[in-house]
């Protein structure tokens, strides 16, 4: 039975995405990318990727330059693992470059990806098993997004949670909801 119903849902959100891509998800007529100048805050398309493309742009949470994440400066101890994560801006300049190709989802997604880096990875999987059907409460959800907002300012991943909440309450997803 449980099988069956995540099947149903995983069916029925393929074709509300499908929907979604064919009609340019109800966000109106995408708009044309724009051409890069070069300037900060001006990042489209054309910039894409960014390694390729623009590395001087990219620096590591450490501030290492992207042309600096070598072999050699790991083995020489000036490139650890912490280097390799990815930075919040460049998560943000991504989002700048789907936001200039229309692609607005994907840009939302890359904004709050990049608030994310903000809290341990331990919390993240704790928190994505909690957003997982019938595995938490409304108040339990209430207050991750609560602890998103005011301990890690990620103001964006909190209003996703209190999104889901509503989503979950209309279709019986809360734990100790009883599947219809």
């Known amino acids: 039975m449980a099988q069956m119903l995540n099947e149903e849902m995983i069916a029925e959100l393929v074709k509300e995405v ?7 998800g109800g966000e109106g007529k995408a708009p044309t990318p724009k051409e890069s100048t070069g300037q900060k805050g001006s990042l489209s398309v054309k910039d894409y990727p960014l390694g390729s493309k623009k590395p001087d742009t990219i620096k590591s949470p450490r501030g290492n330059a992207f042309s600096e994440l070598t072999l050699d400066a790991v083995l020489q101890g000036k490139a650890t693992f ?5 930075a919040p801006e460049a998560l943000l300049m991504q989002a700048e470059i789907a936001e200039s190709a229309g692609r607005r989802q994907v840009a939302s997604n890359l904004r709050r990806a990049a608030e994310l880096t903000k809290v341990p990875d331990d919390r993240v999987l704790e928190i994505y098993n ?8 409304k108040e339990e959800l209430m207050a991750i997004a609560d602890e998103l907002e005011n301990k890690y300012n990620a103001t964006a991943c909190a209003t996703f949670v209190r999104e889901a909440v509503s989503v979950y ?3 019986k997803l809360l734990r100790g909801d ?3």
């Open 130 to 137: 909690a957003l997982r059907p019938h595995r938490s409460t």
């Open 178 to 180: 009883i599947p219809e």
């Open 82 to 86: 912490e280097d390799f994560r990815i």
């Open 18 to 24: 499908l929907k979604g891509m064919s009609s340019s």
């Open 169 to 171: 309450e209309r279709r």
